[in-house]
């Protein structure tokens, strides 16, 4: 395989868990609540996904489990900014770092535990294409899932009448309120969802990508989600090219190892970082003007 092949292959990878975590913080910022703890949300999806598939021996259903810790934890969220008008920046971060020490705790009895993960699926046909075949259809089903539902995110929120109502919330709440819907249970609802995308993208990481549990094992991915959804426009299809484009920065490094490359580790691990500062300082405030209007008072109350 030629390193094109492997660091696009490796992007499609190491891109899926971003892709996820920022597919739900598009639902939840359209509905106009923004997630720092999308990174929290991740690690508690990793960790529950890894140990109910440690003591299940079925990673199906650490798949559900992961989507239902990443759920709980941004629930918490909606209730403390939803309901209770908490700072959208600060209960974030808060329950972030509440995970992070959640996590520490729990997820010491299950490192270095052998989990049945989920496996490489190759698509007929499709997997012995030249160049394509190796970058899209040899991987785990979780990424399979990924294709499915990027487009049907785009199409839930942009032709269907709950993402109208999601859509609503996050530009005029008030003419919600006027035709007799809630916009406090749209946004929680969508938060809630959200997070359970951050929870899938967590179990990807930890039981299909990785194949194992390590103390803070997402190591920034859900930060690079959030700001992803702003460079793609709060576009679900946008969502998918930007994710895999941080995945390839990604796999870039453990690619050029392979081969012998002598460039320095932690100098390979900073670029996904690096990439993620640069998008946001060549796009810098231009992108806010497509941000959902509710959105845009977040940003601006917190400047």
Known sequence: MSLLEDVMGGGVRGGTSIMYAALGETIGERAGVINLGTEGSMLVGALGAYAIAVETGDPWWGVVAGAVAGGM????HAYLVVR?????????LSLLF?????TSLFGAAYVGQPVVALGRWDVPVLSDLPVLG???FRH????YLSYALVPLTWWVLFRTRI??????AGERSDSLEVNGYSAA???????VVGGMFAGLGGAHLSIAYANAWFENMVSG??????ALVIFAVWSPLRVMGGAYLFGMAIALGPALQARGSELNQFALDVIPFLLTLIVLAVLGRRTLSAAPAELKRVFENST
């Open 98 to 102: 509440l995970a992070l020490g959640l």
């Open 140 to 143: 785990d089903p979780l990424i």
């Open 163 to 168: 993402g109208l109502l999601v859509r609503t």
């Open 134 to 136: 190796p970058i899209l």
């Open 73 to 76: 934890l941004s629930g918490l």
């Open 185 to 191: 249970r749209i946004r929680a609802g969508a938060v």
């Open 84 to 92: 209770r008008g908490a700072s959208q920046f600060a209960s974030g």
């Open 221 to 226: 991915r859900g930060f690079i989600a959030v």
